[in-house]
């Protein structure tokens, strides 16, 4: 405890002796050579491309101070760029950190880099200087050939109430993934999941993690999150340094590779009338906020009437995000030394609630009594049936029921 306020203190006096003291920005170096040739993303990894900035006034870098850049990302000659951010704390040697991805040529040009000092009293980052020299490094990551690409395609519907039970799920044919990288059995090869823009997701290729760290779960972008949110287990840096966003999707292999398996974020509470919040079954649309562009994220919910099986239902207010007539994506490779196999997989989700106007047409006849039973589909049922039962009344309201 001692040293840690000791080593606070110093970091207080060095920021006090140096309040006179004005950072200088000198010129800039990369640590490779123009054009280099990495074999593979690992040996990137191990040695990124870093531009260090010369500091001639001698400011002192406390544990406050962060160095930022900002850089545009050609990719194989691409005349539209990628916009990217890297930065480094307690010093001027800037790694890029971009995701990238083998068998690609790039080019960096960095537009603008910034000096940056946390402020204790405003909880906020207040800029002390700016350089917009521009500097340019070009190089290829190679990686193995791809030999071949599968598509795999499935349903998902809020029909289906207990997911595991009734698992959404694709075979994989893993004889012929291994006949196309030239090995006996899969575990041969090295299984990635792949970020939305193609690239190695790190939770599959760091020890420190495991390819069930994130258990399949993606944002509305596609891109890896958590199922319950926060950034607890490493999961601040895995998706960006910023709070995972909300979990939509889940699109995952199971552990010895040959079914990939679907799901839908959903939620489940007791139905309260006067519980405060949106108008069930309409959705909204939230906008998160974070250093980065974040995912448009829509929270949906409907109300299930529960068959208890005594004569008596419970209410439940069902939460989930995805949005009906959306395809959700996730993209896997397999890879060796030398060949690689990617695999893509698509949830179609389809809504549950019946189509309005096909059952308005199915009931444009006055009738009275009880109501009348439609399957999810909107065929007319003489009675109820297990599973989702849609009873459209003369009032011309409708119930969900759920019978076990």
Sequence with gaps: MKQLLLTTLMAFTAIFSQAQTTFKWGSASWDIEDGRVYENIDEFNADPATITYENPANFTLTFLNVVAIRYDVYIDGATEAITATSSKQLGTDVALSYDFIEG???????????????????????????????????????????????????????????????????????????????????????????????????????????????????DADGEYTVWAGGAGGGAFELVGGHNPYPAVYCIKFNEVCDTIKYFFYDYWSEYDPDEPGEIPGTGSSVKQRAPLKAPETHYNSVIIDWDNGDGTTTQWMRRYRVDPGNDYKASFIFKTQEKAVLLHATMHFVASEYDPDGVNSLTDKAFEGEGIVYGIDGVRKSALTKGINLIVYPNGQTRKLFVR
């Design 104 to 218: 690609h040529d790039y080019r960096i040009e960095v537009q603008q880099a910034v000096l940056c000092q946390a402020n204790l009293a405003t909880h906020s980052t207040d800029t002390l200087s700016t350089n917009n020299d521009k500097y340019t490094i070009s190089f290829r990551i190679n990686g193995p050939e791809i030999v071949n690409e599968y598509s795999y395609e499935a349903t998902m519907s809020l029909a289906i109430i207990d997911q595991e039970e009734e698992l959404t799920y694709s075979e994989v044919d893993l004889a012929s993934i291994c006949k196309d990288l030239g090995i006996n059995d899969i575990t041969e090869a090295q299984f990635i999941g792949l970020n939305a823009n193609g690239s190695y997701n790190k939770a599959f290729t760091s020890p420190d993690y495991g390819f069930d760290f994130f258990d399949g779960w993606r």
